[in-house]
């Protein structure tokens, strides 16, 4: 193998980075072990799931990475050259052979580690380790690094601060060669969305979340995340979205806001709850992360999580986030909004989400549904399919007919209504010229 050095000269003179490292075009989909299990991890339960993707079918979805969370270290690095070392008891066979296992599947596989002197686990960092600890992720056959944010030695406080301390582990990365995509997990801390699109594919947004639909927690203090001082934890579902709606603009292939790993099956939300969890991670093109525990689900679960449909809308080739046109309290508390979005072939997406205790009726305009493609959309008709709904063949995106102006809604309490609509005009000429 090339000296690192070497592989690092040639990395900048290709000038190849994060932004252009040919991954995440779309937002990735995988599995990680830390919501479910936490510490609790060993070869057995990342194996188990990486043979229930395959079981469940999951791949024919999207999800494709398997991901090894904190705590799979060693106590200590190897004392002669200061590399990584997995846990023997956890890991006998080691990382490689894991690797080699899950890419035997026709997986993908991913580890963790912290921008700092120790995870949050307590386990050893990657601070000042960036070359050797990237180059023995690159031999053991990693393609995917979350890289975390505890214990960073105060290396925070302004973005150009933030930038360099996980720039170093973009450059480690790049010069081993081996395409890994970089997942940047620093809470939102200074910025990212300023200050990292050019050195990862994704980049966490807010503090961490909690399997709960709108509880306040004052470990999850800031009200938004633009001059968040403290991102810190036990972050609600509904806090992360409002979090999630301004830094929209700044996402885009190859480059994603990350709004944290889904917790879909795990059991501290309603099923309404997860549907509403899961749509907006969609919509707002969020790496769509399973959490839970993919060996033993229900068929709720199953039916969130493979709604094909709703997975388009985050994989759509365009790569936009939706809008948030318009959000209004209502009297019962919480409040409803609209979230819209542009998508390849001149479709759209739209969205009704009701935060609030009650059951409410509201009329979408098309007036604000297509307030940025102005009045020629805003007049248009639209083919409209619920995607929450199936249609006769069994298929999700149930078609609610052909619809100008607007409809009125009903939604229910903690519910999420999404929509998917093509001009009318668009559909005719296609179906003119043979192409539907």
């Not at 999800?63 to 060693?74: S, T």
């Not at 919509?283 to 997975?311: F, Q, V």
Request: charged fraction near 20%; aromatic fraction near 12%; proline fraction near 4%.
């Amino acid at each position: 193998m090339l000296a690192v050095a070497t592989l690092a000269a040639l990395a900048a003179l290709s000038g190849v980075n994060a932004y252009n490292n040919g991954l995440a075009l779309t937002p990735q989909m995988g599995w990680n072990t830390w919501n479910h299990f936490g510490c609790g991890i060993s070869e057995d339960t990342i194996l188990g799931a990486a043979k229930a993707i395959i079981a469940n079918n999951l791949t024919q979805f999207g999800y494709e990475y398997v991901l090894m969370d904190d705590c799979w270290h060693a106590p200590a690095r190897d004392n002669t050259t200061g590399a990584p070392v997995a846990d023997p008891e956890k890991f006998p066979n080691g990382i490689k052979d894991l690797a080699d296992k899950i890419h035997a599947l026709g997986l993908k596989f991913g580890i963790y580690s912290d921008a700092g002197t120790y995870t949050c686990g307590g386990r050893f960092g990657s601070l000042g380790y960036e070359e050797i600890d990237a180059q023995t992720y690159a031999e053991w056959g990693v393609d995917y690094l979350k890289y975390d944010n505890c214990f960073n030695e105060g290396l925070a406080g302004t973005p150009l601060i933030s930038h360099e301390r996980y720039a170093n582990m973009s450059r480690a990365l790049n010069a081993t060669g081996r395409p890994i995509l970089y997942s940047m997990c620093n809470w939102g801390e200074d910025g990212p969305w300023n200050f990292a699109v050019t050195i990862a594919n994704s980049w966490r947004i807010s503090g961490d979340i909690m399997d709960n639909f709108d509880r306040a927690d004052d470990r999850c203090p800031c009200t938004d995340m633009l001059d968040c001082k403290l991102p810190g934890f036990h972050c609600s579902v509904a806090k992360i979205i409002d979090f999630a709606a301004p830094v929209g603009q700044k996402a885009g292939p190859g480059r994603w806001n990350d709004l944290d790993m889904l917790e879909v099956g795990n059991g501290g939300m309603s099923f309404d709850e997860y549907v509403t969890h899961f749509s907006m991670w969609s919509l707002l093109k969020s790496p769509l992360i399973l959490g839970n525990d993919i060996t033993n689900m229900t068929n709720e679960t199953l039916t969130i999580i493979t709604n094909k449909a709703i997975i388009d809308i985050n994989q759509d080739a365009i790569g936009s986030p939706a809008n948030r046109m318009w959000k209004r309290s209502v009297n019962e508390g919480g409040d409803l909004s609209l979230w819209a979005g542009s998508l390849a072939n001149n479709s759209f997406v739209f969205a009704l989400l009701n935060t609030s205790p009650a059951e409410q009726t509201v009329y979408l305009d098309f007036v604000d549904v297509f307030f940025d493609q102005g009045k020629a959309y805003q007049t248009q008709a639209y083919d409209v399919s619920d995607l929450w709904q199936k249609d006769v063949a069994g298929n999700w995106g149930k078609s609610i007919g052909t619809i100008q102006g607007g409809f009125n809604v009903t939604i229910g309490s903690h519910q999420t209504k999404v929509w998917r609509a093509t001009p009318v005009q668009s559909a005719n000429a296609k179906r003119a010229y043979g192409e539907l």
